[in-house]
Every structure is written in C-alpha cells, then in structure tokens.
C-alpha cells in the first residue's frame, strides 16, 4: 500500500482497476476442480437438499484462518457498488483504498470516494479520521484490540472501517457461518492468478468469494454480494490487490500529526443524531 497522502495519489490504482474490469477479469475454466469429469453447478438453487459443500467451506476457511493468522500486512481494494433508481436504471459508485495493518500496533488507511479523500490512523491510543479536502478531523480516545475498536466505532458513530470484513480475525464468522448453502463452482483466473470460485447464500443474501489457488498464500481476490429482493440485484464488488504480509511498517505511521490549521470536529454519536420525524 503506498502511505496515506493525496486522491491524486490513488490515480493509478483507479486507473488499473478499470482495465482490470473489462470483461476479461475473471474466465470460468471449462475444467473443474472436483466431481472429476462432471460439471460444477453454478447455481446454487440447484444444489442437493444438503446444499453446503464441503470443499467450498474447507478453501474459504483456509483463506480466513491464513489471513486471521497474519500479524502485519497490506492490500490494496476497488469497491464498487450499484445503486438501483426508481426500480429500473443501475449508477455505480465506486471507492478505493489501501491498508497497513499491524494487529499488534495500529493501522493507517486510505479511501477515495469520488472527490472525497479520508484517512483512517489508530496507534492502540486513539483513532482519528482525516477529511482531506477539508483539512479537518475526528477522534476518539481507545485503547485495545481492532476487534473491539471497530466494534465500537460501528455501534457508537456508525463508522465502518473499510474492507473490515476480509481484514478481521471474524471473518469466518461473517463469510461461513452465515451461510445456508454453498457451492464449489470450480477453476478460474482473476487478473492472471488462478483462483478458487465460491459461491454462498443465505435468506437475505448471496455472494461469491473468489480466492487464490495458492497453497502458500490463499489470499481473497475478489467478492461479490447481490442483494436478491431489490428490484434490479444490486451488487457489491470488491477487488484485493497487491497484498503484502511483510509490510515495511514504522510505528508512527500510525499517529495522526494535525496541521496547525486543521480542524477538529465534533464526532456525534448514534444517540446524538435525531431521527428523521417523516414529516418533511
């Protein structure tokens, strides 16, 4: 990940992500990589009534348990996401970003949503959000796990750390046990490395996880989650890139230094902001 500075910086990440989506990102092979010589069923609505396939759950948990396993790292992600207007007409709106983690230290993390820069810094003291383009910030005072920060900052301020779910020692939790069925689709390439397809599902939801046919490191490449009772299946896209788990980390990365000019803002909570009356 390169260090948190300007949008401008995450140009070329913009840029290759938009090369990377034209089509050609992710190839099912005709080949796939159980039930020899038969077919992998890419609809899970036509599994058997014991629709969780074991191979499935047994690649994504070695993917959970291997990145829940890493103390440091880095990655860098493209989120898209589809927003459905009057029942018809899909707009995509997109963000980016990057992470340097430390679960032992702290984390810095940049995301970009369209004009909008923020930088995201926890030194196991306190956490702060930078806005970029308005020179100001939040903060709190915490002391304690990433688990229990994120947590927090979810509950208290409705904050989400961007990419959590991949990045938390839970994520099997929110990927496996979740789901209600779960199909071993087969063989592919994402970006040129081959790669597991999954695909799960539950009452509320599907996604597809696609991760590294790596034994060495089966890292997540790529995720997509469709929500199947919104006119339109709007999804959400998420692609992981240039992961790194021996990072060049320094410490202070992790401390937010304001400028003499910042501004520090008021950081409501939840409880602090009134709910909407549905009188307007």
Do not use: C
């Not at 996401?81 to 029942?87: E, H, K, Q, T, Y």
């Not at 597809?208 to 709007?234: F, K, N």
């Not at 401390?255 to 009356?277: G, L, N, Q």
């Amino acid at each position: 990940m390169t260090r948190p500075t300007t949008p401008a910086t995450w140009l070329g990440v913009l840029a290759a992500a938009a090369l990377l989506g034209g089509g050609a990102l992710a190839q099912t092979s005709e080949t796939p990589a159980h039930a020899a010589g038969e077919a992998a069923e890419t609809e899970i609505a036509d599994e058997a009534p014991d629709a969780l396939d074991p191979i499935a759950l047994e690649v994504l948990k070695t993917a959970t348990d291997y990145l829940a396993a890493q103390r440091t790292l880095s990655v860098d992600w493209f989120v898209s996401r589809d927003r459905v207007i009057d029942g018809r007409e899909k707009l995509t709106e997109f963000t980016s970003g990057g992470i340097i983690l430390d679960r032992e230290a702290g984390f810095v993390a940049h995301s970009e949503n369209g004009p909008e820069g923020r930088n995201f810094y926890y030194d196991r003291e306190a956490v702060f959000i930078q806005d970029i383009e308005a020179n100001a910030y939040v903060t709190a005072a915490f002391e304690g796990e990433l688990e229990a920060l994120v947590a927090r900052i979810k509950d208290e301020y409705d904050v989400v750390l961007p990419i959590w779910s991949v990045l938390s020692r839970d994520t099997a939790a929110e990927f496996i046990d979740a789901a209600d069925k779960a199909a071993y689709v087969g063989r592919t390439r994402v970006a040129g490395r081959d790669a597991h397809h999954l695909a799960f599902s539950n009452y509320d939801y599907d996604w597809q996880v696609w991760v590294a046919d790596d034994a060495d490191r089966p890292e997540i490449l790529m995720i997509v989650g469709t929500d199947p009772y919104t006119q339109g299946w709007p999804q959400y896209r998420a692609y992981l890139t240039n992961w790194d788990f021996a990072p060049e980390i320094d410490p202070t990365e992790f401390t937010y230094v304001p400028e003499a000019d910042a501004e520090r803002m008021a950081w409501p909570k939840i409880a602090d902001i009134p709910a909407h009356s549905g009188t307007e």
